[in-house]
């Protein structure tokens, strides 16, 4: 008769307190919502095959494998229409680095720690580009159809 299966994992997983780059924008997206009564709200989307070439004066992210996301923007009362504000990547175990793409690949960014991501996070939404797409959508959500 076979007994109970072994269980050979560490038993300290899962308690790792520090938040994740993805955890705060999906913080952030949530305030939007709050902010424009859910009219457009932030997204956190997954990305696969995100490549592109770093600056040369950008910190490697020594790891192979990422995790690669995009920053949405998303309008339900138009369909859920998604706009890309930027999309993000860093390393599996390290989270910093962080690189950001904004909309061409030659707009790039990056942050080292918590804190520069926050401070890069602010300027990109504080941006008058950000500004313009979110009116634009409040706008075209209130249309009647």
């Known amino acids: ?70 920053f949405d923007l998303v309008a339900p009362a138009l369909d859920h229409y998604h706009f890309k504000l930027f999309s993000f990547t860093h390393g599996i175990i390290n989270f910093y680095p ?11 960014r990056w942050a080292s720690s918590e804190a520069e991501f926050v401070t890069v996070v602010r300027e990109i939404l504080n941006l008058d580009h950000t500004k313009r797409v979110i009116d634009s959508l409040i706008a075209q959500s209130q249309v009647p159809v």
């Open 1 to 70: 008769m076979p007994g109970e299966p072994y269980d050979l994992w560490p038993s300290d997983l899962g308690r790792v307190k520090q938040r994740t780059p993805a955890a705060i924008l999906q913080e952030q997206g949530a305030v939007l919502g709050r902010r424009t009564s859910n009219l457009v709200i932030g997204r956190v989307v997954p990305e696969s095959g995100l490549s592109y070439v770093l600056p040369p004066d950008a910190p490697p992210i020594d790891e192979e494998q990422r995790f690669s996301y995009s």
């Open 98 to 108: 962080v690189h950001f793409i904004l909309g061409r690949p030659e707009m790039t």
